[in-house]
């Protein structure tokens, strides 16, 4: 079956610091992988997305992913993090094995920044 | 409006009682989803329309959860004799087409609580 895990369910990291969310998946073709950020009372807003070529994205705000294949895994990195980049943020996997529609959500993990 | 609006945006329902939620998805999206999230939880799929083609109820945890779309517009989806489990936040989103390397674009949710 298909599935997304995010071990982290909390992460607390300084204004300035680097970032990065782990994302590990199980899907039995070519995944298409996402991420997404949902801030306090607001929908989700796409960050990036990887469908294929390049392994390593570029997304809104200063973020990027890497999909590594081997590890099945799809990390968001952010070299420097801002206050605002407090939320809650939702990996995510479709394709194929999930009509293309339905896509499987992580249990998501929410970042705190402090100062 | 510019986004997907959804209402109402909060719900306070006794148990037993029937919820109807509304989804207005972007202008001219021809594929519409419906997702639950609960506490602590990422996105479960509940049903998604495209265009006339029949819906994809495959992700309806039980026959007290429809849904309906009129054309390419306004979604409802009713949950009938809420239980204490139904509550959750319930997400809309749309899609220009449908298939997994189209963006899906979220609302806000509705917040529904059973007493």
């Known amino acids: 079956a298909q599935s997304v895990t995010q071990p982290d369910i909390h992460i607390t990291v300084s204004e300035g610091a680097s970032l990065e969310l782990r994302c590990n998946y199980s899907?039995?073709?070519?995944?298409?992988l996402f991420w997404y950020v949902q801030s306090p009372g607001q929908g989700l807003q796409l960050l990036l997305k990887?469908?294929?070529?390049?392994?390593l994205v570029q997304g809104i705000k200063g973020f990027e992913a890497e999909f590594k294949r081997s590890q099945s895994s799809f990390n968001l990195r952010k070299p420097s993090v801002h206050w605002s980049d407090a939320a809650e943020y939702f990996c995510?996997?479709?394709?194929?094995?999930?009509?293309?529609?339905?896509?499987?959500f992580g249990t998501g993990t929410r970042l705190l920044v402090s100062p | 409006g510019a986004g997907v609006s959804q209402s109402p945006s909060n719900k306070v329902t006794e148990k037993g009682k029937d919820v109807e939620l509304r989804c207005d998805p972007i202008?001219?999206?021809?594929?519409l989803y419906w997702y639950r999230q609960r506490l602590g939880q990422g996105l479960e799929f509940l049903i998604y329309?495209?265009?006339?083609?029949?819906?994809?109820k495959s992700g309806l945890p039980s026959d007290r959860f429809s849904a309906e779309r009129t054309g390419e517009s306004v979604s409802t989806l009713t949950i009938q004799r809420t239980q204490q489990e139904d509550s959750a936040v319930y997400l809309c989103?749309?899609?220009?087409?449908?298939?997994?390397?189209?963006?899906?674009?979220f609302g806000p949710g509705t917040r529904l609580t059973v007493l």
């Open positions: 329309f495209q265009g006339n083609s029949a819906p994809d």
């Open positions: 995510a996997v479709g394709g194929m094995n999930t009509g293309f529609q339905k896509l499987v």
């Open positions: 989103a749309s899609s220009l087409v449908s298939g997994g390397r189209n963006e899906q674009f």
């Open positions: 990887y469908f294929s070529g390049d392994t």
């Open positions: 202008s001219g999206h021809t594929a």
């Open positions: 899907y039995g073709a070519t995944p298409y």
